[in-house]
């Protein structure tokens, strides 16, 4: 901002002005030397204005104004006074004028870069001379001109006068070429040639400033800048950009065009920044955007696909943050192919090791972490966690996790939730490895992720129960605080009801302890010679069938049981029954009849394998019919524990190989059995006996599916008396989602099911409506 | 044959409860005719009764009778049914009976739902039973719905498939309605409707029967 006095030291001959008064005061007498300095403001304004001079003619204007005041009589306008002003005005106004047009004269010769400059430093100098010039004739400013400009009349301040005659007088007659020349100066610098950047920026404040408001003086409008400038600008950006993208995109790949895009865009901002208005800055980028971006989008989309495939992060990034410019209209076609992508990894993963991945949980978790891990690191470092990014990986998640080649060579949809339960019950059982507790957590954590995806939670839920179960029972689980952790991560996945269910089997076995000690404590211990231990269990909350086969308890047990039977009657005042899982127990029994090993192995087995063994303490040989006899075990039970003592080499069979085992067949101890360790496990679980649990396991969960299913109906319908068909299958859907996708069929059949029970009926004449029966 | 009580259903006519002029002991007299010494007509009974009147014992009147007369249990009619149906009927004599079988041939066309329905309830033998054989079924589906759309289909389904070896009411019910509105070329069968799994059973069948 200049100064609105100059002062300074240096005579010139306007040191020789006068100051004239009274009656010495006309126009003719005053204007000359008023006109000297206007004439060396404009023209020599570095060498400044002597204070005496600056004095001079402000008073002299002063004087001038007052002494031709209107009369004391006059009324209204025309009068002395008024004339006098307006002689002024008239005399100023013309006189710039002249100036103006010497000033386009010169301008006239000029093009480009030397026009911009002579307009610049023309506009600089007559701008600041002009602000010093007004206040020079303050006083017309604050009389005069603002009595008349009140009054409607077309005049204006001294300094908006000055404006407004470079507008009409020169800027108006060389305006096209000099709109031009800025525009040759912009397209130089995007054809990255170095330009005066503060010349263009100081030509265009002036187009800013001559947008001067015709009602409103003082106010600036941006109309000058935008008609006369920013119009054209925007057009001759629009050539540019369109004609480089077309072009650069036949010529390079679709990698290097995005890179050129964005530094385009850059380049653009920096434009406003440093010289253009700000207020053409949004629609200037999206312009661009929309050049550069949306008119090639699909050229965008068709690459996408391969640099997926090839995992090009960088080249991702671009492409998103492009994309996302132009609105989600942009990027819906690359949501719907990464779901694609991430389904069909997913499934091809899985696909190339399938066979493996069915037997062994782990390799299938592991399998379907990665690629789901690879895509969500992709979620956050290429697509910045956007939701429908994340919606698309979601589905196409649950998509391969439930049905792919694993589930279809298992001829089961379920097999997904059965084998990250099984996945959870090898983590959480001791094992030879001992990972730290740490790791396992974070596996945990893993498996819950992938959970999210199944759709048959129940699936997972009774494998869960029933792995759970059996670590409690065998003692097989690794740390306590592990199992607690599961239970929590449970909780949150799963709800209340089913975690408590898993809470009450750990209190079950703190009981049991507790209930052991008292009877080992009691009289009735004696009474065996056995040591042995007892878990009591409550029915209901565990997942354990009555045994599915019968069982003649060797001699020597039979004692302990009937011990504690007595002791645990007394307890209970006989108010309980006592149901024994022989199927669960084991013992040891200790050997001496190997020749390999003095002092005889100890073997670790089932309370069956007990009971078949014990015999060969009468017997030498025994056929499978009279085995069967004294131990009362059924066909396939017998079977599949003959099957496992012959596995382990501690009985030898005659005939050996035989596919099915018969009442014929001899069996004999192994007296050449060996073993590295002293203590032999041989309670090891036949491959038969393993599928069959899994399908029965499977055949629960239908069952209970079944009876989810016909509860949900009869709540809704006891809750809404009569609801047509299409609402109540929607309901019993929606109630049941949680824990597993119920199969239409399914649904109707329990609706059969509830209507021969009357539980609900058809309503008369509405074959499609059912009604509550109360 | 020992009979039981079984619950009561609705069927039959609703019309016509005001009182022609008919003789309560002419009824009386009818009914022993044909009962004997019991309280009921029995099956022989019933074969008299057919003959004087003229019916086939097939014929489908018989049934419509008895469903005139809301009978329990086919092939038995209780003093009381027969009394107080052949009163609402306006019958007290054999004459009257065979004036009448017109008008049941028309009940059979025109009740033909609500018969249809009787049919099962009134077939069913022992208490607390809720299906029937399918036999019976098949026999009376051949009767009521001989022109059916797709009585021969279902007949046939029912011997081939495996799944079932009964048909309950609502499957009974819900056949008739599937017979009486779904068209040949089941244009107009939708699986998400409220259709009993059997039916829906029965029209995969019949999508696989006729695929060409």
């Known amino acids: 901002v200049l100064p609105t006095k100059l002062y300074c030291r240096g005579g010139s001959n306007l040191d020789k002005t006068h100051l004239m008064l009274g009656r010495q005061l006309t126009l003719e007498k005053l204007w000359p030397e008023l006109e000297e300095g206007l004439t060396h403001l404009l023209t020599r304004l570095t060498e400044g204005l002597s204070n005496r001079a600056y004095m001079t003619y402000y008073t002299n204007v002063y004087n001038f104004c007052t002494n031709n005041r209107p009369g004391a009589n006059a009324r209204g306008k025309s009068s002395g006074g008024n004339f006098a002003g307006e002689k002024m005005y008239e005399k100023l106004r013309s006189f710039l004028q002249n100036y103006m047009v010497g000033v386009r004269e010169i301008a006239d010769h000029r093009v480009d870069d030397s026009l911009l400059n002579f307009y610049k430093v023309e506009w600089d100098r007559y701008t600041t001379a002009m602000k010093t010039v007004s206040n020079i004739f303050e006083y017309l400013n604050r009389h005069w001109i603002k009595r008349e400009s009140e009054d409607g009349k077309q005049v204006y301040d001294i300094y908006t006068l000055s404006l407004v ?26 054809d990255s040639e170095q330009i005066d950047t503060s010349l263009v920026s100081g030509v265009i404040n002036a187009y800013v400033s001559l947008g001067l408001n015709k009602d409103k003086p003082q106010e600036n409008t941006l109309m000058v800048y935008r008609t006369d400038f920013e119009d054209e600008f925007m057009h001759r950006t629009e050539i540019y950009y369109t004609q480089e993208s077309t072009s650069y995109i036949q010529n390079n790949s679709v990698s290097d065009y995005m890179k050129k895009v964005l530094q385009r865009l850059q380049e653009e901002e920096n434009r406003v920044q440093t010289y253009l208005h700000p207020d053409t800055g949004p629609s200037l980028i999206r312009r661009c955007e929309s050049i550069l971006v949306e008119k090639h989008k699909e050229t965008l989309w068709n690459e996408f696909q391969s640099l997926l495939q090839d995992d090009m992060l960088d080249d991702l990034i671009c492409m998103y943050t492009l994309l996302e410019k132009i609105g989600a209209e942009g990027l819906d076609p690359l949501k719907d192919m990464l779901e694609r992508h991430v389904q069909n990894m997913g499934g091809i993963a899985i696909q190339n090791d399938a066979e493996n991945a069915l037997d062994s949980p782990r390799t299938y978790v592991e399998i379907i972490l990665e690629v789901h891990g690879q895509f969500s690191d992709l979620l956050v470092n290429a697509f910045r966690n956007d939701p429908g990014f994340s919606a698309a990986l979601d589905k196409a998640c649950r998509r391969f996790i439930n049905d792919n080649a694993v589930t279809k060579l298992a001829r089961s949809s379920s097999k997904s939730p059965e084998l990250l339960a099984k996945y959870c019950d090898i983590l959480l059982k001791k094992s030879a490895q001992n990972p730290e507790e740490k790791e396992i957590l974070d596996v945990l954590d893993n498996i819950m992720t992938v959970f999210k995806y199944i759709e048959d939670k129940d699936v997972f839920q009774t494998f869960y129960s029933k792995m759970l179960a059996k670590r409690l029972i065998y003692g097989t689980s690794s ?46 211990a004696n009474a065996s010679s056995v040591d042995f231990q007892v878990l009591v269990l409550a029915t209901g909350s565990w997942p354990l069938q009555q045994p599915i086969t019968n069982f003649s308890i060797p001699e020597d047990l039979q004692q302990c049981q009937s011990a504690f039977m007595e002791f645990y009657q007394k307890k209970h005042d006989g108010s309980r029954t006592l149901n024994w899982l022989m199927q669960f127990s084991k013992g040891e029994l200790k050997t001496k009849y190997t020749k390999t090993n003095k002092s005889g192995y100890i073997f670790q087995c089932s309370t069956y ?20 006899q004294a131990t009362q075990l059924t066909d396939s039970v017998l079977r599949n524990t003959l099957l496992s003592l012959i596995k ?8 050996k190989n035989a596919r099915t085992i018969t009442k014929k067949h001899r069996f004999t101890l192994n007296p050449k059995f060996k073993n590295k360790r002293a203590k032999v496990l041989i309670n090891i679980p036949v491959r038969e006996a393993v599928n069959e649990q899994s399908k029965a396991i499977h055949d629960t969960v239908l069952e209970d599916r079944k009876l989810q299913i016909q509860a949900a109906t009869v709540r809704i319908m006891k809750a809404r008396r009569t609801l047509r068909h299409g609402v109540l299958m929607s309901e019993i859907i929606s109630q049941l989602q949680t824990r597993f996708t119920p199969k239409i069929s399914l649904i109707k059949k329990c609706i059969d099911i509830l209507i021969e029970k009357e539980y609900i009926e058809r309503v008369e004449g509405q074959k499609d409506q059912y009604a509550y029966v109360a | 044959m020992a009979r039981t009580k079984k619950r009561k259903h609705s069927g039959g006519d609703k019309r016509d409860s005001k009182k022609r002029r008919v003789s309560g002991s002419k009824i009386l007299k009818m009914f022993k005719q044909f009962a004997g010494e019991e309280d009921y007509i029995g099956p022989e009974g019933l074969l008299k009764f057919c003959d004087e009147i003229g019916l086939d014992p097939e014929d489908i009147v018989l049934l419509v009778i008895s469903w005139h007369l809301k009978a329990e249990q086919a092939l038995y009619f209780t003093q009381e049914e027969f009394v107080e149906g052949l009163q609402k009927l306006g019958i007290d004599s054999i004459k009257k009976f065979k004036k009448k079988i017109p008008a049941f041939r028309k009940d059979a066309v025109d009740h033909l739902s609500s018969i249809f329905e009787y049919a099962f309830t009134f077939s069913i033998e022992e208490q607390n ?32 498939q495996t799944s079932y070896k009964v048909i309950n009411k609502d499957q009974w019910k819900m056949f008739y309605e599937f017979n009486n509105t779904v068209s040949n070329d089941l244009s107009d069968y939708d699986e998400n409707e409220a259709w009993p799994v059997m039916i829906d059973e029965f029209a995969e069948y019949l999508q696989e029967k006729y695929k060409d």
């Open chain 1, 609 to 628: 394998q007990m009971g078949i063994l014990l015999l060969f303490n009468e017997e030498n040989i025994l056929n499978a019919e009279a085995i069967q």
């Open chain 1, 648 to 655: 382990t080499r501690v009985l030898l069979m005659a005939p």
């Open chain 1, 165 to 190: 005659i470079w507008r009409d007088e020169l800027f108006e007659r060389i305006k096209p070429k000099l709109t031009e020349a800025l525009l040759e100066c912009i397209e130089k610098e995007r």
């Open chain 1, 479 to 524: 740390s306590e605080y592990l199992e607690g952790q599961m239970i929590s991560k449970l909780k949150s996945n799963c709800g209340y009801e089913y975690t408590t269910k898993l809470g009450r089997m750990f209190n079950d076995m703190s009981l049991s302890r507790d209930i052991v000690a008292e009877f080992v404590d009691s009289p009735y």
């Open chain 2, 129 to 160: 039973q809720h299906y029937i054989d399918f036999d019976t079924a098949i026999s009376y589906i051949q009767l009521l719905q001989k022109n059916g759309t797709h009585t021969n289909d279902f007949c046939e389904f029912l011997k081939k």
